[in-house]
Structures are given as structure tokens and as C-alpha cells.
């Protein structure tokens, strides 16, 4: 059976209409128009986007009044079997662990266990005198100052394992490098900065950082195929429902993107999930789940940072915050690993969310327009 709709008419209706459904909110509903047309452009907007990436597989999932009403994959997950792109494909989302990685962060400050305003350095020891005044805050908002990878000289594409978080945060000599600015007064994103979450959390919590994303988001969010990169995974190994990973070379062809390891950073960009669980991701943060509606508020989750100056960074703790000239807003984030890119939008108030994931190198830009793709066929 084609992968085109694994969850299509049949999952829409029985999830949107059936078994004393609760109707959709007035927000997102569109009372006059039957679910099937709704579903049927959807899919051809699926299409035309996955021809127009021109990526060997992609995987969709849409979430609407807090439900999956579609999720399916199109085309080759892993070029080298012919395996196809499902709901269910694991692949590396990138930069979308950072939501997932500020989500755990904040759980955590709620409870009091984290402080996303003191000093890293009372928790974190032997940090470099410049680094341990940071705070979780200016972490999760990108306002540390810490820089993000030197492209050029393939800092990205690591393939070292590090022997210990310790060793891992202070990859490349990044910690002993002069800050870009002094802390809280720019946004500079950085990967490096995420890093240190994977310092903090074990330190203040007592818990690996791998086992407190397990318990603090993907097991009450249900996501069941979710993980962190193991240390050695290179993009080699391939294991059962897993995507490859793939690049484009300047002459078109499609080639295995070079393995690396992605144990050292994974606050940063070592999640590995399906578009269903960043699907159950989302429903698990705007029904509360995760982090109480007044907690997030409180605490500044999706409020962009206002600099000293004035200015907004338009990030607030691990989602950029897009304002739209209707007054609307929504939030996401994208992810570019090595090999894939991976992207997740989200109307919190509205309970809507669109996760796109594909197994080619691209920016994760093409996959955000995709996504703003999908809720227009979806809604309109």
C-alpha cells in the first residue's frame, strides 16, 4: 500500500468526527466545508511541495484543534532499501531539539529544581570566569554572547565521540573564546550555548540529560519513537524505521551524507523523532501537559526577549516568536542535521501545529514554507 495518506480520510473522520468527538473549536473550524475536500487539498499540497523540495523522502503530520487530522510520509526513507517514508520514519530533527531540550529546562525551573536566572557557574563547576555568570535564561533565548559553529572549517559536522558531557561542552575551545557581546545585551544563535544544558540539568537535577528529555517530555507527551542520539550513531548506521541521510553534491546527485556524531550535542541538535511524536509534542504543550498555559506565560516562553536597547530579539526560551501583520502570532523552529532538515509551526491559542521532516540536506527555511503551505490548504 502506498505511503501517500497513511492517516488520511478514514484517521480524519473517525479523529474530527467520530465516537462523540468533541467539535473543533470556532477558531480553527470550518463548519461549511466538508472534511474530505479539506483532506484532498491537503494531500496536493503535500504533493506539490514534496516535488517542488525535490527531496528522496518527507513525512507530514498536521495537528488541528489539538488532534492529528492527517500525517503521512511521501516518497524513500532510506534510499539504499527502498524503504518508504512514513508517519512513523525516525529521523534527526536538527534544531528542533531545542524546544524539546527548553521544555525539559522549564519544567524543571517550574518545579524549582533549575533556576533560569542564576548564575550557571553556582552549578555547573570549573566553567571559565567569563562563562559562569551566564544564566539558563539568556541559554534558552540565545543572548549568552557564545558563538555558533564555524561552518567553513566543518565544525558542524563533528564525527569525534566525546568521552564525557564535560569534555563535550567545551568541543573546539569554544568556552575559552571571548564572548561576541556582553551577556543579555544581543541574540546571537548558538548551538554551543545549547550545549550547556547538557552540563546543567545533571548537575542541578541529578539526571543525565538524555533521561531527564525521557522523563520531562517524551514519556508524558507519548512520544514513543523519540530519543537522543546515542554517542558512536554515526549516519551510517540505520537501524529499523530510521531515515538515511542524505546531501546533494554540486552536480546534482543525491550521496549518504558523511556520518558524524551527534552525542555531544544534544540540547542542541541530537534528537532523533517522528512528525507523529513532534505532532504529540505539541499537543502535550498546548493542552498543558508539559507546561501549564500560566507557567509559560510567567516564565516568558513564547514572549521574545526586549534587549536592553529595545530591541526584540524575536526568540523567546527555544521558539522563534513570528508576529503577523493581522495581529496573529505563531511560533516554531527549524532544524538543518546533517544529511535532513526538519521543521515544526505552531498557533499555540488555536491548538494547530504542522511537523515536516525530510531526509535531505536543505535549509529548513523550504520546509517552514511548506508548513505555511499545509495550514493554508488545511484551513482556508
Not at 499540497?45 to 488541528?64: C, E, K, Y
Not at 567569563?130 to 558542524?156: C, D, F, N, V
Not at 508576529?323 to 505563531?330: L, S
Request: charged fraction near 15%; charge should be neutral; proline fraction near 6%.
Amino acid at each position: 500500500m502506498n505511503v501517500r495518506c497513511l492517516l488520511s480520510g478514514l484517521l480524519a473522520w473517525a479523529l474530527l468526527a467520530g465516537c462523540g468527538a468533541p467539535a473543533p473549536a470556532p477558531a480553527v473550524a470550518v463548519s461549511s466545508t466538508p472534511l474530505a475536500p479539506r483532506i484532498a487539498r491537503l494531500e496536493a499540497a503535500v504533493d506539490a511541495q514534496f516535488a517542488a523540495l525535490a527531496v528522496p523522502g518527507m513525512s507530514v503530520a498536521v495537528v488541528d484543534d489539538g488532534r492529528v487530522v492527517w500525517a503521512g510520509g511521501r516518497g524513500v526513507a532510506v534510499l539504499e532499501t527502498g524503504a518508504e517514508a512514513t508517519s512513523q520514519t525516525v529521523y534527526r530533527v536538527g534544531s528542533v531539539s531545542k524546544p524539546i531540550a527548553a521544555t525539559a529546562v522549564v519544567r524543571l525551573a517550574v518545579r524549582g529544581a533549575v533556576s533560569l536566572d542564576g548564575p550557571i557557574g553556582d552549578v555547573i563547576s570549573g566553567l571559565p570566569g567569563h562563562i559562569a555568570p551566564l544564566t539558563a535564561r539568556q541559554i534558552l533565548s540565545h543572548t549568552t554572547g557564545i558563538r555558533h559553529y564555524h561552518y567553513e572549517k566543518g565544525e558542524k559536522e563533528n564525527a569525534r565521540v566525546f568521552p564525557s558531557v564535560d569534555a563535550a561542552i567545551r568541543i573546539f575551545g569554544v568556552l575559552d573564546e571571548p564572548l561576541g557581546f556582553a551577556p543579555g545585551t544581543d541574540y546571537l544563535y548558538s548551538t554551543y550555548a545549547y550545549n550547556l544544558l547538557a552540563a546543567l540539568v545533571p548537575a542541578a537535577d541529578g539526571r543525565s540529560f538524555a533521561m531527564a528529555l525521557q522523563d520531562e517530555v517524551f514519556t508524558p507527551a507519548g512520544m514513543e519513537t523519540s530519543s537522543c542520539s546515542a554517542h558512536g550513531a554515526g549516519s551510517g548506521q540505520v537501524g529499523p524505521g530510521r531515515a538515511g541521510q542524505y546531501r546533494r553534491t554540486d552536480d546534482g546527485r543525491i550521496v549518504p551524507a558523511p556520518a558524524v556524531d551527534l552525542g555531544w550535542k544534544l540540547p542542541g541538535g541530537g534528537v532523533l523523532a517522528s512528525v507523529t511524536d513532534l505532532a504529540r509534542f505539541a499537543i502535550a504543550l498546548d493542552d498543558g501537559t508539559l507546561i501549564a498555559p500560566d507557567d509559560a506565560a510567567r516564565l516568558g516562553v513564547y514572549t521574545p526577549v526586549r534587549l536592553p536597547d529595545g530591541r526584540s530579539t524575536g526568540y523567546g526560551l527555544g521558539w522563534h516568536v513570528v508576529g503577523e501583520p493581522d495581529g496573529g502570532t505563531w511560533v516554531g523552529h527549524g532544524g538543518g542535521a546533517t544529511g535532513g532538515a526538519a521543521y515544526l509551526f505552531r498557533r499555540p491559542a488555536e491548538r494547530f501545529a504542522v511537523a515536516v521532516i525530510c531526509n535531505l540536506e536543505i535549509r529548513s527555511a523550504g520546509l517552514r514554507t511548506a508548513a505555511l503551505a499545509f495550514e493554508r490548504a488545511w484551513r482556508d
